[in-house]
């Protein structure tokens, strides 16, 4: 059993508890230069349809060797590996990257 601290990496906690119970918990984003931003935790197991369009022209757009730096769930990761990319998803977040081998997804 893992004893998840919201405190000390919140994102980690909201992935992992949203990939095992779909409770989706909001992660607020703070920031001294923009306005806070809440970021629900579903939100970063979208797929390729739920991402606007800019993320998804990004997405078609890109080539070669891949590196997804912060890649959390692996949102981007799963849909270009899935289109034939070569992509390395990158993440220090502990039980983010155990989602991430659970969907299969190569991770650093």
């Not at 980690?12 to 989706?24: H, L, P, R």
């Not at 998804?56 to 890649?71: T, V």
């Not at 992509?87 to 969907?103: A, F, Q, R, Y």
Request: hydrophobic content about 35%; aromatic content about 8%.
């Amino acid at each position: 059993m893992n004893i998840i601290l919201p405190e000390i990496d919140p994102v980690d906690s909201a992935v992992y508890n949203y990939y095992t119970t779909s409770e989706s918990i909001d992660v607020i984003v703070r920031s001294n230069i923009a306005e806070d931003d809440v970021i629900p935790s579903e939100y970063l197991f979208r797929g390729y349809r739920q991402m606007p369009k800019l993320e998804q022209i990004a997405l078609k757009n890109c080539k070669g060797n891949i590196l997804d730096a912060d890649a959390f769930a692996g949102c981007h990761s799963i849909w270009l590996q899935q289109n034939n990319c070569i992509t390395t998803p990158l993440e220090i977040s502990g039980l983010c990257c155990k989602v991430m081998k659970t969907e299969m997804l190569r991770t650093y």
